[in-house]
């Protein structure tokens, strides 16, 4: 009996593994050609195929990879998109036979240029992924910013965390959603300490991080831009909650057909971990955050659409500091606000016309306190107001037309206290008005063209000035060519601006010369960049001029496959840069503290379909960057050690609505330096001191549960 018991028990075990459903068909032109190259994947998950040779396609579900919701999505460049649903309770195989692709009426359309970008999730059709690709990169922690920086051309500073392109400041770099600008993007940290993204990965559809060269919609960004793009209309109801040791979290969506309403809070506070993993710094009041978000989003009966989205992040936090000169200790302490409201409406093309029309409102307001000696106060506050209206038109299969107009309208106000006494009140009022044209056209089979133009006028100084951008991609099969030349400008940053009323635009001219190569899930890409700055803000006999200049150049290989072995998807990339400027208040031409020559990184993530687990892990090297030694002659003349660090992070299906997610990062334990830090003032026997920066604990260690409450899968645990 028992044997018998064990036998039939061993069977369901076997079973509940093993059951599964494969998904087969072929896909074919309208003129039942095989189509080679397909994206055929399910919707919102990571299980998917690229269409052979033959147009033959094969998707295998595990039982516990099945979602709520069973859609195929069929995707190539020259046709129309296509959607299957199909039954999730059939087991077995579900052949489609052959699935005919209408041919999009104007193919200009769908041309992907891949040049300058990198993509997570599915937005521009570059790569198709899911959501959880940001936090299934090992180095994340969940955060968009942190899975930004496993891509090539990307500079890892870890004493900040923001993001610095291909040897460009982290100011330089424009952030987006929907297509209208983020003023602040990052949340507030204490020094030494990594900020983070300030929005949660799960409310974008796509994440395109372009590193130069991008389309002259996009103003103001001297190095980059990164434009995420939101989810349309959910289309059900769901609701779902987090918690971890640091963090608790909660959202829903009431959601239909064509409208849907979403909302999400979080707070985190470090001091419950801080206890469990202390760090090096002494706490006075422990860092906290709240963060909350909501989005209303709508489609009409002519398919147009109306997103609208705010959030508000709340930052406060006491740290003790110790003067290094006279080793007197102050609690600095900080209060942010920011807040951040989007809209944007956008039409379905009707006749190859299509139209955009956005505003969003950004504001920050930052309280410092003790900040640079005991009793004194800095307060800071920056305002932004974006309008846009951009128009599309296909005239034909061979051109494009996009053009557009949008206006910034800046605020910038400070304040220093010593005691009761203002010693400082600063106050800076702007905006920024610009035309742009961007001409897309097919000048033969695979030949294709862009010739862009932007004019922005400006009252800082009330001046203008004129952006050229010159392209020319030829596309055949898997294979792919670019040449690009843009011109960019961008102002000082407001803190700046503030002190002085005779500056003139940043500028920065860009060349790229890039190839890549697809082949069924497997990516090949390289690009040649060359930056020439000029214009940059320069601090000369304590006087502010706009006398800096500079360059930066350099490649980026990139390799990654998704399909040679089942269940795991890898990357591997290298990055070479070179770069030199004269900016600021340096006193000589020399490499900035943030650019390291050599960058190599590796990223896996592999489905360990037994234990129902994804597992994600990176590695990344950098060589030494450099820092100024006062002891010696020169200027950031020294180079710290090597960087190298070693990160990992898995996600486990508990249940059909339960995550477990964890992450650990710097594994190793390695104790990275990230630069040094000198004492203004030379020691007695007159040598400056130091101290290294280096990370306020070796690892971080991270592990939370994502439960979701209504009808979706934890494929879906997003609130939005």
């Not at 409208?259 to 469990?276: D, E, H, Q, V, W």
């Not at 330096?673 to 026997?685: A, E, H, L, Q």
């Amino acid at each position: 009996m028992m044997k018998k018991f064990l036998y039939i028990a061993s069977l369901f075990i076997v079973s509940f593994f093993h059951c599964q459903m494969e998904i087969t068909g072929i896909v074919t032109n309208p003129k039942k050609v095989p189509v080679a190259g397909a994206n055929v994947y399910l919707q919102n998950t990571m299980l998917g195929d690229t269409s052979s040779e033959s147009g033959k396609f094969k998707i295998i579900v595990e039982k516990d990879q099945m979602p709520e919701k069973l859609v195929l999505i069929i995707t190539a460049i020259g046709l129309d998109d296509k959607s299957i649903e199909l039954d999730q309770n059939t087991t077995g195989v579900i052949d489609l036979g052959k699935i005919k692709m209408d041919t999009n009426a104007t193919a200009i359309d769908e041309v992907v240029i891949s040049a300058n970008s990198f993509s997570l999730g599915k937005s521009r059709g570059v790569e198709q992924m899911n959501s959880l690709d940001v936090v299934m990169t090992g180095s994340s922690n969940g955060d968009v910013m942190g899975a930004l920086q496993s891509l090539p051309g990307t500079q890892r500073v870890g004493e900040d965390g923001k993001l610095y392109i291909r040897g460009g400041d982290s100011n330089e770099l424009g952030t987006y959603i929907d297509g209208m600008h983020v003023f602040s993007p990052y949340t507030a940290s204490s020094q030494d300490t990594p900020s983070r993204g300030r929005y949660s990965p799960f409310i974008f559809k796509g994440v395109n991080l372009s590193l130069g060269g991008y389309e002259l919609e996009y103003g103001q960004s001297l190095s980059s831009v990164l434009p995420m793009e939101t989810k349309d209309v959910a289309g059900e109801s769901k609701v779902g909650i987090n918690f971890s040791p640091l963090s608790l979290g909660g959202g829903g969506t009431l959601g239909s057909e064509k409208r849907s309403l979403s909302f999400n809070i979080n707070y985190t506070n470090l001091g419950l971990y801080n206890k469990i993993f202390p760090d090096k710094f002494d706490w006075k009041k422990e860092y906290r955050n709240f963060a909350g978000e909501g989005q209303f989003k709508n489609v009409f009966e002519n398919k147009s659409q109306l997103k609208m989205y705010w959030g508000y992040n709340k930052t406060g936090f006491i740290r003790e500091f110790e003067d290094a000169n006279t080793a007197q200790k102050r609690d600095v302490g900080l209060d942010e606000n920011n807040y951040y409201l989007n809209t944007t409406f956008q039409t379905k093309p009707k006749n190859g016309l299509q139209y955009f029309a956005g505003l969003a409102f950004s504001r920050v307001d930052d309280q410092y306190t003790n900040a640079q000696i005991s009793g004194d106060a800095f307060n800071e506050n920056q305002q932004e107001i974006h309008s846009k209206f951009k128009i599309k038109k296909t005239f034909s299969k061979t051109y494009k037309l996009s053009a557009g107009f949008e206006n910034f309208t800046r605020n910038y106000d400070n304040e220093y206290f010593l005691g009761n006494n203002r010693l400082q009140n600063e106050k800076l009022r702007y905006s920024i008005s610009a035309l742009f044209a961007d001409n897309q056209l097919r000048l033969y089979k695979g030949l294709y063209s862009n010739i862009s133009a932007r004019v922005e006028y400006n009252n800082y100084n009330n001046s203008s000035v004129f952006y050229p951008r010159l392209s020319l991609d030829y596309i055949q099969n898997k294979f792919q060519t670019s040449l690009i030349f843009g011109r960019y400008y961008q102002l000082p940053s407001n803190m700046v601006l503030a002190k002085t009323s005779n500056l003139s635009q940043e500028v920065s001219d860009q060349y790229i010369a890039s190839a890549s190569y697809d082949n069924k899930g497997i990516s090949l890409k390289t690009e040649f960049y060359y930056k020439k700055y000029s214009n940059l803000w320069l601090l000369k006999n304590n006087q502010y001029t706009s006398d800096g200049y500079g360059d930066s150049k350099g490649f980026d290989v990139y390799f990654s496959d998704d399909s040679s072995i089942k269940n795991l998807k890898y990357s591997v990339s290298y990055s070479y840069n070179d770069s030199k400027r004269l900016y600021e208040k340096f006193p000589e031409v020399a490499t900035p503290i943030f650019a390291s020559k050599h960058n190599i990184r590796l990223n896996t993530l592999y489905y360990f379909s037994p234990i129902r687990t994804y597992v994600g892990v990176t590695n990344t090297f950098a060589s030494g960057r450099p820092y100024n030694n006062p002891n010696l002659s020169g200027f950031n003349q020294s180079k710290t050690p090597v960087f190298n660090s070693l990160d990992v992070n898995a996600s486990v299906l508990l249940g059909k609505k339960v995550i477990l997610y964890t992450s650990l990062t710097n594994v190793l334990g390695r104790e990275n330096v990230f630069s040094y830090r000198y004492t203004p003032n030379p020691s007695s026997i007159g040598s400056y001191n130091n101290e290294p920066i280096t990370a306020s604990r070796k690892r971080f260690f991270y592990i939370g549960i994502f439960i979701s409450l209504k009808n979706n899968s934890a494929y879906d645990v997003s609130n939005f």
